[in-house]
């Protein structure tokens, strides 16, 4: 499973490359200072949701098309790669149960980052 953040970085400077601009436009258009945009394009920082939502908007795409992983990107799921040099079928299970916890546990992560986020960003 690829790291969410990365995804939409790479989602978001796929689309900046397509409109030929800058990390500082984009965090001019948005509201954020360069390093905080910068943060965001590396994956050091969680996207927040309206955050999300303004980029969304200014490209005029989905939000769900910079969360889309890229077909094209080639990377392999390494549980799933593991699973196929796995002798039993109870390993395999337990494999998919390992992996279906750990994409619940880095979910709950980065709902839990974003409710931080959003709950700092209305409090004034």
Avoid: P
């Avoid at 989602?11 to 965001?40: P, W």
């Avoid at 989905?62 to 990377?75: H, I, N």
């Avoid at 279906?100 to 980065?110: G, M, P, S, T, V």
């Amino acid at each position: 499973m690829a790291d969410i953040n990365i995804v939409v970085a790479n989602n978001i400077i796929d689309q900046m490359k397509k409109h030929n601009m800058k990390q500082i436009d984009l965090a001019n258009a948005i509201g954020v200072s360069k390093q905080i945009m910068s943060k965001m394009l590396n994956g050091s920082r969680l996207i927040g949701i309206a955050e999300l939502h303004k980029i969304a908007d200014y490209f005029h795409v989905k939000m769900d098309d910079l969360l889309q992983s890229s077909a094209e990107s080639g990377e392999v799921d390494v549980i799933r790669a593991f699973m196929g040099k796995v002798g039993s079928e109870a390993a395999r299970e337990a494999l998919h149960t390992a992996d279906e916890l750990a994409d619940l546990i880095i979910f709950h992560a980065n709902v839990c980052e974003n409710a931080k986020v959003m709950s700092e960003t209305w409090e004034m």
